[in-house]
């Protein structure tokens, strides 16, 4: 059965240091994607990354990474440099193409981080 | 281009009420859905529609109904209030229902508190 698990319900990180935010799934579907979403405390869901299950190398955008193992259906959020706008609850979420039928993902149950100064 | 809007912002019903969630979005989407977000729990889906006039449900679909009647709009209807409703509702959309790759972007969320 297609599920995301997040196994941290919260997080502390000083400023300007990396943090490792984990994230396992588990699908029997060959071809899948992964995303990040970050909420913050106004509540809206702002996408941060994309990984596909045939991706060669780990996923970047600026400060984030995803550290992608895909024997371990492991998907990592690590943010590089934390600030104290990163402070927000991360979701990892998942989408699978046998059960794509219009794009609908699975989230787990989210990792609150707080950074502190 | 506003992206995806929802209104109402806040809403407060007594039970057996019955309201619909507005949901539109500029950005000529084929993909629309609706999910809930409760307490300590991820997003889960309510219903989708992959295009007008095509609709389907979701995980948690009992107690909703949906209608897509143009690209742009896709309520959500409550059909007879109840406590468990009590949520956050996130509506979003995407360009192509077919790419496992396509980003879907979220509405600000309606805050709905059933009494």
């Known amino acids: 059965a297609q599920k995301i698990t997040q196994t941290q319900p919260g997080m502390f990180v000083q400023e300007k240091e990396a943090v490792t935010l984990d994230c396992t799934y588990d699908?029997?579907?060959?071809?899948?994607?992964l995303f990040w979403y970050k909420q913050p405390s106004s509540g809206e869901m702002i996408f941060l990354i994309y990984q596909g299950s045939y991706d060669q190398q780990n996923a970047t955008e600026g400060r984030y990474s995803l550290n992608f193992q895909k024997a371990r259906k492991s998907a990592n959020l690590v943010i590089s440099a934390s600030q104290l706008g990163d402070s927000a609850m991360y979701f990892c979420a998942m989408r699978e193409a046998f059960y794509n039928q219009g794009g609908k993902l699975i989230f787990g149950q989210g990792t609150e981080l707080s950074v502190k100064p | 281009n506003a992206g995806v809007t929802q209104t109402p912002k806040f809403q407060v019903l007594k039970t057996g009420q019955s309201m619909t969630l507005q949901c539109a979005q500029d950005?000529?989407?084929?993909?629309m859905s609706w999910y809930r977000q409760d307490p300590g729990m991820g997003l889960r889906l309510i219903h989708y529609s992959v295009g007008a006039g095509i609709t389907d449900q979701g995980e948690v679909p009992n107690g909703y109904n949906v209608s897509r009647s143009t690209t742009e709009d896709f309520p959500l209807r409550l059909l007879s209030a109840a406590p468990s409703q009590t949520s956050v509702y996130f509506c979003?959309?995407?360009?192509?229902?077919?790419?496992?790759?396509?980003?879907?972007?979220f509405g600000p969320g309606t805050r709905l508190l059933v009494l």
């Open positions: 979003a959309s995407s360009g192509s229902a077919g790419l496992l790759q396509e980003t879907q972007y």
């Open positions: 950005m000529n989407h084929e993909y």
């Open positions: 699908t029997s579907d060959p071809s899948y994607g």
